[in-house]
């Protein structure tokens, strides 16, 4: 799995002489920034790049996701979101994003699961409680659907 990142993120590395942990801060910096002004393709390129150096940090991950999204690319997204829940499993912000990037690409059994995690998290939050329940209603009804069908 890391072995496909990493080759994306070759893909679209900035090229810099030499990786410091200062280049990986200001990447974040310009990648936020490019986000700022909805750019996502260039804010895409730097979390990638930062990505390169720290490629186990889950914060990164999720702004990359959220480029990703940005662009249409909600399977791209789901990947990286799904990664950061994996470096992340105690924060709330990347389940939530998955679960409603899952929702958005029609994942709805895979919502499922996410939301009830996001649900969990963040301690019975309600906007997310009610769309875990409304994601139950859709499971319900295509089982009930498919069982109907003859």
Not at 7 to 21: G, N, V
Not at 78 to 93: E, F, G, I, Q, T
Not at 111 to 132: C, I, M, Y
């Amino acid at each position: 799995m890391l072995n496909s990142l990493h080759k994306t993120f070759r893909k679209f590395r900035i090229p810099r002489s030499r990786h410091r942990k200062s280049d990986v801060k200001k990447w974040i910096a310009d990648g936020m920034a490019a986000m700022k002004e909805r750019e996502w393709g260039t804010a895409e390129r730097y979390f990638v790049s930062a990505l390169e150096r720290e490629d186990q940090n889950g914060r990164i991950l999720v702004q990359l996701a959220h480029a990703q999204k940005e662009q249409g690319r909600l399977a791209d997204a789901v990947k990286s979101y799904r990664k950061a829940v994996n470096l992340l499993p105690d924060d709330s912000d990347p389940i939530i994003h998955l679960a409603y990037a899952l929702k958005n690409s029609g994942e709805i059994e895979d919502s499922d699961g996410a939301f009830s995690t996001a649900v969990k998290l963040t301690r019975g939050d309600k906007n997310l409680s009610n769309e875990l329940a409304q994601i139950k209603i859709l499971l319900a009804a295509k089982r009930k659907s498919f069982i109907l069908k003859p």
